[in-house]
């Protein structure tokens, strides 16, 4: 059984900086891709960063262009996202999620591509 459990979140105020882990058990992330998504009250579950099984490719949503890093050490089995630059915007619960599909953004970033989520961890940014 696959389990990704999600830690790092908290209250921070805007225009700091949160670092997100995703540690992943059941599964040996080597060759399986990972991502973050988020999902605001109300609002529908949207893509955050992707980055391949090797970490050679990464790929983000405009919105955390540039503020946002993914990274993954497979030794540890985790997977993280450096947040910088918060803003309120980025309220939302996180959730990082594997895969063993990887293509062009439009497909990566889809929810259907996703087979095993985390539980969600809460980040609010204070204004």
């Known amino acids: 059984q696959v389990q990704l459990v999600e830690s790092g979140g908290g209250l921070v105020h805007a225009g700091g900086s949160l670092r997100l882990s995703c540690a992943a058990s059941?599964?040996?992330?080597?060759?399986?891709?990972m991502a973050w998504f988020r999902q605001a009250p109300g609002k529908e579950r949207e893509f955050v960063a992707a980055?391949?099984?090797?970490?050679?490719?990464?790929y983000y949503a405009d919105s955390v262009k540039g503020r946002f890093t993914i990274s993954r050490d497979n030794a540890k089995n985790t997977v993280y996202l450096q947040m910088n630059s918060l803003k309120p915007e980025d309220t939302a619960v996180y959730y990082c999620?594997?895969?063993?599909?990887?293509?062009?953004?439009?497909?990566?970033?889809?929810?259907?591509?996703?087979?095993?989520w985390g539980q969600g961890t809460q980040v609010t940014v204070s204004s």
């Open positions: 999620a594997t895969s063993q599909y990887w293509g062009v953004p439009t497909v990566v970033s889809g929810t259907g591509a996703y087979d095993y």
């Open positions: 059941g599964r040996t992330l080597t060759s399986y891709n």
């Open positions: 980055i391949r099984w090797n970490g050679g490719t990464t």
